[in-house]
């Protein structure tokens, strides 16, 4: 079973990944995306993006566990098309199948922005923009999804909440 965490940056993707991975034994695939940009030790470019969608892609295809997805394709696609308004021809519209979760959670930007070394949109206007994207995005792949809100515990509850909803995972 493969679950996306996606949204905009500075919504808890990351903690609300590790968290479900051990409520349901899982694994979790790290943020791609950021461990490259802050090696990189320059501003990334276009074929670093498009680099980083096929990581994203090879590890969608690697998968054969209950994971959680700390970001993945869709994202690197909105980035793409927000940034460069291009991207690689095999990224299509809709994501491919072979590269879509079998679940999203999708999740909303009501926790405060917190500014790191490789964020670059804090302003809410421009995260709720983005909120929008990845939400068409998800609905275009017609896979299970769930917008999750709320803070704290508060999320990881809702997150459950909505998984059970979903009925993907037997715990």
């Known amino acids: 079973m493969k679950i996306g965490i996606i949204g905009p940056e500075s919504v808890g993707k990351?903690?609300?990944s590790q968290q479900l991975a051990q409520y349901f034994n899982g694994i979790v695939v790290?943020?791609?995306?950021?461990?490259?940009?802050?090696?990189l030790g320059r501003p990334y470019n276009y074929e670093d993006v498009?680099?980083?969608?096929?990581?994203?892609?090879?590890?969608c295809l690697s998968q054969?566990?209950?994971?959680?997805?700390?970001?993945?394709?869709?994202?690197?696609?909105?980035w793409l098309d927000e940034v460069y308004h291009r991207r690689p021809s095999w990224i299509t519209d809709p994501i491919p199948e072979d590269y879509q979760?079998?679940?999203y959670l999708l999740l909303y930007p009501d926790i405060e922005w917190?500014?790191?070394?490789?964020?670059?949109?804090?302003?809410?206007?421009?995260?709720?923009?983005?909120?929008?994207?990845y939400k068409k995005e998800v609905e275009a792949t017609k896979k299970p999804f769930?917008?999750?809100?709320?803070?704290?515990?508060?999320?990881?509850?809702?997150a459950l909440s909505a998984?059970?909803?979903?009925?993907?995972?037997?715990h």
């Open 101 to 103: 979760m079998d679940v």
């Open 30 to 39: 790290p943020e791609f995306a950021r461990e490259y940009v802050e090696q």
């Open 146 to 158: 769930a917008i999750i809100c709320g803070q704290g515990e508060t999320r990881m509850w809702n």
């Open 50 to 59: 498009c680099y980083i969608a096929e990581q994203n892609k090879n590890y």
């Open 64 to 78: 054969d566990k209950t994971v959680f997805f700390d970001t993945e394709l869709i994202v690197t696609k909105v």
């Open 114 to 133: 917190e500014q790191d070394s490789v964020r670059e949109n804090g302003a809410q206007e421009r995260r709720m923009e983005l909120f929008e994207c």
């Open 14 to 16: 990351t903690r609300l």
């Open 163 to 170: 998984i059970q909803e979903c009925d993907i995972l037997a």
